[in-house]
């Protein structure tokens, strides 16, 4: 079964994802409350998909993105994103992010997203 | 507003059977704003002719040719609306929106004395009706569904368009005629970013210069900002020059859908058009400004509507965010830039604090604070990115600018408006009353389109649902007042196990026939006192239930008590005195088929018909009203040490 690795400052967004995730059945190996974590958590979980929200503290979304992404450059990660910041997720899909979702997220978008690079095409 | 439709009534161009199609194509292109013409004959409306239809008919293979030199009688829509100008508005309305979905947006011919006054444009009726404050809602709701109807229309009439715009290497004049009028702005651009030669008319109108040739930049550079529209064309520039479709798709998704171009508001969707190995991406642009307007009432009522259902179902995390919301606004902010030293970091911090914030009410549906506490974003980002120039002050400025009650006031109102002023007082449940549920899910369906509803609805119900433990524990005081009066001790009924959440309602006949089950524990199970004294049992009669849910949908629950149990030689006895079976049959029942004697009609083991248990009709009741539903019911006895009574029910 794919691994996933949730990733955001706010505990609040991390169960709210989390709850969707696990319900369709994915299974999530771990949380990650900064960049910093997140990167750490990588390299010792290898999971096949990372969500990554973009504003943290200690370690941004895109510097971990782009440490991650230079540790494994066929990653998996998907940003976490306030809808209106096209910039920003542009700066993240030319970094290597293979997708995004807008906060606040819909279930059946979420699992789309997911599925849609998870699954064997 | 006046009650009949004469003040709807506009003239309206008419044309003979006779004429031949081109005569309605010269007319539909010197006057651009006409919705249709009447066709006809010895004066009479015997036909309509609308644009859409119109361009439909001729954007045809061979459409205009067969079309433009023959008499209209042969392209005409015939079943028309003919009314009266004394119809009333209401009747009007009925017997308007009654036809068939393409022909809904049709004009309606009016007669005056038997002659043809004029016609009624539908958009017009909508428009005059939305003002009238009565039938708002239900207007809106109407125009939701035609809107939907026509942007399906609107959808299959561009994908057309779009095939054709592909499949024909030499694009004729009918085509450019079609596309010119439309109503909608086509263009596209080339790898160089450039617009090319292939435009509609509208993109002239909508842009207020002609577009070919020029950079597409150029012509939004007024209205997307700077930042958005370099990403824009970095976008524009990884499409062309990516051939991974997923990655394509993932790109455009970051596109804007509406951009105010000369103060209005256009929409965009954006498609790649292949041909060969030539790429071009295409922009269809829509003027929504009038739309947008109808739509932005309901939208609002839509997102309230989201905020009431959220603010019952998460009553915990919306409570708590705002505290948490209220404590950082009203202290923390200004801790922090107090005593940070590092102004920078403080106000990194506050900034991701604030982003926080602005997500998680979000997702909440509080989108007004949500909103508000975006602006302060854009403030603290711009401090951000030149923190120099700002003080401590200028930043704690942010802050003070709104008021905490101001910032949290609309969504706040719209959840005390729904649910009552009492949901802040700090209670876990929220107590709302069944027609308040019953009106928002009224609401619901009248707002949402059937796929948001199907989602909502369902949150909405579980508010009426009862916890079945509830409506065990409503036994209690029954069970124990039934104990006293045959002089029998017991302790409170204990609840154990799931959280079993149940539409009472279906389960009513059911769940009223358990009288049955907890009558006879206390009449027949439960022994007297100084029975239970020398048996070594606790003086007083103890029943536990315990519930568990089973996935996907169903539920079982048991009524255990801890009385004298099932006596089998009563059975037997009682099966022989009632003549049902012999004594040889009988001796060959097993513990389980003694057991289902029981709960058949009439049989009672009790030597007495008393006044509490009647005549034994208790349990074959309870087992009739679980079948009613689709359940089962299984008894477990030990003699001496107690009954079990199991009962396995779907949910309905």
């Known amino acids: 079964m794919p691994t996933i690795l949730i990733t955001d400052d706010s505990r609040f967004m991390r169960d709210n994802l989390k709850n969707i995730l696990l319900e369709a059945g994915h299974k999530v190996v771990g949380e990650a409350a900064n960049g910093k974590e997140s990167v750490e958590l990588y390299q010792k979980l290898h999971p096949d998909l990372v969500t990554m929200d973009i504003t943290m503290p200690v370690l941004s979304g895109l510097d971990a993105l782009k440490q991650i992404v230079a540790l494994d450059p066929k990653a998996n990660v998907v940003m976490v994103t306030a809808i209106g910041k096209p910039e920003k997720v542009l700066e993240a899909l030319n970094a290597g992010a293979k997708n995004y979702i807008t906060k606040p997220f819909e279930k059946e978008k979420v699992l789309e997203i997911i599925d849609e690079l998870l699954l064997p095409v | ?652």
Do not use: W
């Not at chain 2, 930049?217 to 997923?246: H, P, Q, W």
């Not at chain 2, 169903?554 to 089998?568: A, K, L, W």
């Open chain 2, 1 to 652: 507003m006046d009650n009949s439709i004469a003040s709807l009534v506009e003239p309206v161009k008419t044309f003979d059977v006779g004429d031949i199609g081109k005569s309605v194509n010269d007319y539909f292109i010197a006057n651009p704003g006409t919705e249709g013409v009447v066709i006809c004959d010895k004066e009479q409306p015997a036909g309509i002719v609308m644009r859409s239809y119109y361009y439909q008919k001729i954007g045809q293979q061979y459409g205009y040719s067969l079309y433009s030199g023959r008499p209209l009688a042969l392209m005409m829509k015939t079943d028309i609306l003919i009314l009266d100008a004394a119809c009333d508005l209401a009747r009007f309305g009925h017997l308007a929106m009654d036809r068939q979905p393409e022909d809904v947006y049709d004009f309606v011919a009016v007669m005056d004395n038997g002659r043809l006054l004029g016609a009624v444009s539908i958009r017009n009726f909508l428009v005059e009706m939305s003002n009238a404050k009565e039938h708002e809602i239900e207007l809106l709701r109407e125009h939701n569904v035609m809107i939907e109807q026509a942007r399906q229309k609107e959808k299959e009439y561009l994908a057309e368009v779009e095939r054709m715009n592909r499949d024909l290497a030499v694009r004729s004049d009918s085509i450019k005629n079609l596309l010119d009028n439309a109503g909608q702005g086509f263009l596209t651009i080339n790898d160089k970013l450039i617009v090319t030669d292939e435009f509609s008319n509208e993109c002239v109108r909508i842009f207020g210069v002609q577009v070919g040739g020029r950079p597409i930049a150029s012509l939004l550079a007024s209205g997307v900002e700077k930042d958005a529209l370099e990403a824009m064309t970095d976008i524009f520039r990884n499409v062309f020059s990516e051939e991974n479709k997923l990655r394509n798709k993932v790109y455009m998704s970051l596109l804007p859908g509406e951009i105010r171009i000369n103060n209005r508001a256009i929409q965009f969707v954006y498609k790649i058009i292949r041909s060969g190995t030539e790429k071009q991406i295409m922009f269809i642009l829509t003027d929504i400004t009038q739309r947008k307007h109808l739509e932005q009432k309901m939208e609002e009522e839509k997102t309230n509507m989201r905020l009431a259902v959220k603010a019952v179902m998460n009553k915990n995390d919306i409570v708590a965010t705002l505290q948490e919301l209220e404590a950082f606004y009203t202290k923390t902010v200004f801790d922090t830039l107090a005593v940070t030293a590092d102004f920078k970091q403080a106000l990194a911090s506050i900034f991701r604090t604030v982003h926080t914030f602005k997500g998680n009410l979000a997702q909440l549906s509080m989108t007004h604070t949500s909103n508000t506490l975006h602006g302060i974003e854009n403030d603290l980002q711009r401090a951000l990115d030149a923190p120099a120039s700002y003080t401590s002050e200028q930043v704690a400025g942010f802050f003070r600018r709104i008021s905490y009650a101001q910032l949290v006031e609309d969504d706040v109102r719209v959840i005390t408006d729904t649910l009552g002023q009492d949901y802040f007082r700090q209670d876990e449940t929220v107590a709302v009353d069944k027609h308040n549920i019953l009106a928002i899910e009224e609401k619901i369906r009248s707002l949402c389109s059937p796929e948001l509803s199907a989602r909502l609805l369902p949150s909405v119900k579980k508010l009426r649902y009862q916890n079945f433990k509830n409506i065990l524990m409503k036994y209690n005081e029954y069970l124990l007042f039934t104990a006293e009066k045959l002089e029998k001790e017991m302790n409170d009924i204990t609840v154990l196990g799931d959280d079993v959440f149940i539409d009472a309602d279906k389960y009513r006949p059911f769940t009223k026939s358990l009288t049955n089950i907890f009558r006879n524990i206390a009449d027949h199970a439960i022994e007297p006192p100084d029975e239970r004294i020398d048996k070594g049992k606790n003086v007083k009669g103890s029943v536990t239930c315990k519930l568990v849910e089973q996935e996907p949908n169903n539920f079982v629950f048991s009524i255990q008590d801890d009385g004298r149990g099932i006596d089998f030689a009563r059975v037997r006895e009682k099966a022989l005195e009632k003549g049902l079976y012999s004594p040889e049959e009988l001796a060959q029942f097993s513990p389980q088929k003694l057991l289902e004697l029981v709960l058949l009609d009439n049989f009672s083991t009790k030597d007495s018909v008393t006044a509490i248990s009647g005549r034994g009709m208790g349990l074959s009741a309870v087992k009739a009203e679980i079948e009613q539903i689709g359940g089962k019911m299984e008894i477990d006895t030990e003699p001496g040490a107690g009954t079990k009574f199991v009962f396995r029910l779907p949910q309905l």
